[in-house]
Nanobody
Framework: QVHLTESGGELVETGASLRLSCVASGTPFNHYAMAWFRQGPGKERREFVAGINRKSFRSTVADSVRDRFAISRDEEKTTIYLQMNGLKPEDTAVYYC?????????????????WGQGTQVTVSS
């Protein structure tokens, strides 16, 4: 069983930067591909933001944020990060960390086995 805990969300102004963290515990970290999703206010579905696989550290970032966001992982700290630069009001959302017992990333919510509780990011205009 994997337990995921996100942190780092807060209220910021347009153009600010934030780094979200997600600490994983309970199962060997290197068994899992990891990802960030977000769910904006009034949105019914979570959308894929970025993912990183478990061996080569190949990452995938959604087209909508590719020039501003980056994902990384630290095996020693069993943590993944989401570096967000140039934040915009449309980035306002609850950001969730997710894991799947697989080599590769998926952009599908249903492909992930475990989820954190989420961290709120609010970007004021």
């Amino acid at each position: 069983q994997v337990h995921l805990t996100e942190s780092g969300g807060e209220l910021v102004e347009t153009g600010a930067s934030l780094r979200l963290s997600c600490v994983a515990s309970g199962t060997p970290f290197n068994h899992y591909a990891m990802a960030w999703f977000r769910q904006g206010p009034g949105k019914e579905r979570r959308e894929f933001v970025a993912g990183i696989n478990r061996k080569s550290f190949r990452s995938t970032v959604a087209d909508s944020v590719r020039d501003r966001f980056a994902i990384s992982r630290d095996e020693e700290k069993t943590t993944i990060y989401l570096q967000m630069n140039g934040l915009k009001p449309e980035d306002t959302a609850v950001y969730y960390c997710a894991s799947r017992n697989s080599l590769d990333i998926s952009t599908s919510v249903g492909a992930y086995d475990h989820w954190g509780q989420g961290t709120q990011v609010t970007v004021s205009s």
